[in-house]
């Protein structure tokens, strides 16, 4: 399994934009399935976006458009580039790693996280 540590979280304004970092280690990067989930307070985790291994980019429908997943295989590092950040997108932001078969939005089906780091839109 790979470890995974982001950075990039912080405060800003609404319609700033925000790029986080994850970077792994201790597996094959290429081989996983690169994405974000959230968790604000009070709320459940929510899937944000994957980009898979296959190269096929996902999005729930309320960051689509504004948020983009990129990921590097060579520096082992998945961005989250979140642009037109509004207060709603106030949450702990988590990288997530798995080797699934299909798309999923399941957090289950993803066998690596890391620690999350906080991001907060002020209005």
């Known amino acids: 399994q790979v470890q995974l540590v982001e950075s990039g979280g912080g405060l800003v304004q609404a319609g700033d934009s925000l790029r986080l970092s994850c970077l792994a280690s201790g597996g094959t990067f290429r081989r996983y399935d690169m994405g974000w989930f959230r968790q604000a307070p009070g709320k459940e985790r929510e899937f944000v976006g994957v980009?898979?291994?296959?190269?096929?980019?996902y999005y729930a429908d309320s960051v689509k458009g504004r948020f983009a997943i990129s990921r590097d295989n060579v520096k082992n590092t998945v961005y989250l580039q979140m642009n037109s950040l509004k207060p709603e997108d106030t949450a702990v932001y988590y990288c997530v790693a798995g080797v699934t078969s299909s798309y999923t939005t399941d957090p289950r089906r993803y066998d690596c996280w890391g620690q999350g780091t906080q991001v907060t839109v002020s209005s």
């Open positions: 980009r898979r291994s296959v190269g096929s980019t």
